[in-house]
């Protein structure tokens, strides 16, 4: 299993701003993603953090709009940049612990609304 | 391309009642599928996972799964819903590098 540590746990933000959001496990794992829950729905995947290289993106999800860095086996960032309402979300990291299928964990996710 | 549905937006059951909630998945090789549970303002939490062997698997907080290949099915159960069992529930089917997620079932448990 993983224990996973996000920040914040909710933020307000001024439209057209940027937040980043932290992501830390408590031991070195394979794979890193980002989703996007919003509200009243289900979880979208936004990208996976690549540990050394740059994040892969789902369409529909751009890295200007998200960077991510991934500096290591423990840690990612997700930013959200110049954020308009609809950024208005729960951000959820998630990490896989083997090299196969296996369960996603999760942090508890950071509640952003944008005003 | 994977995909899950959950036909239910919302179920009512009254508690220590039984309880169902549909799963049906499209996926191209033999499915990866998880059922988690997000209790409101937290993460999601791992209930259970099939992946091959016996087709029902049971889970953590009295829940279990049945996998039946021929519909296309991973339905999860519950014989006596508890109060705090009232959350939002989501199926999901896993591949190599990313896991697709249903649009969930919220579930209320009546006193």
């Known amino acids: 299993s993983a224990v996973i540590s996000q920040k914040p746990s909710r933020d307000i933000c001024q439209r057209g701003t940027s937040l980043t959001i932290q992501c830390q496990v408590d031991s070195q794992v394979t794979m890193m993603f980002w989703y996007r829950q919003q509200p009243g729905q289900s979880l979208t995947l936004i990208a996976t953090?690549?540990?050394?290289?740059?994040?892969?993106?789902e369409s529909g999800f751009v890295i200007d709009k998200f960077p991510i860095s991934r500096p290591n086996l423990t840690f990612s960032t997700l930013t959200v940049s110049n954020m308009s309402p609809e950024d208005s979300s729960i951000y959820l990291c998630?990490?896989?612990?083997?090299?196969?299928?296996?369960?996603?964990?999760f942090g508890e996710g950071s509640r952003l609304t944008v005003l | 391309a994977q995909s899950v549905t959950q036909p239910d937006i919302h179920i009512t059951v009254s508690e220590g009642a039984s309880l169902e909630l549909r799963c049906n998945y499209s996926y191209g090789a033999t499915p990866y599928l998880f059922w988690y549970v997000q209790s409101p303002g937290q993460g999601l939490q791992l209930l259970l996972k099939?992946?091959?062997?016996?087709?029902l698997v049971q889970g953590i907080k009295g829940f279990e799964a049945e996998f039946k290949r021929s519909q296309s099915s991973f339905n999860l159960r519950k014989p006596s819903v508890h109060w705090s069992d009232a959350a939002e529930y989501f199926c999901?089917?896993?591949?190599?590098?990313?896991?697709?997620f249903g649009a969930g079932t919220r579930l209320t448990v009546k006193p």
């Open positions: 099939y992946f091959s062997g016996d087709t």
């Open positions: 998630s990490v896989r612990t083997g090299l196969v299928v296996g369960e996603l964990f």
């Open positions: 953090a690549n540990q050394g290289s740059e994040a892969t993106y």
């Open positions: 999901a089917v896993g591949a190599l590098s990313d896991m697709r």
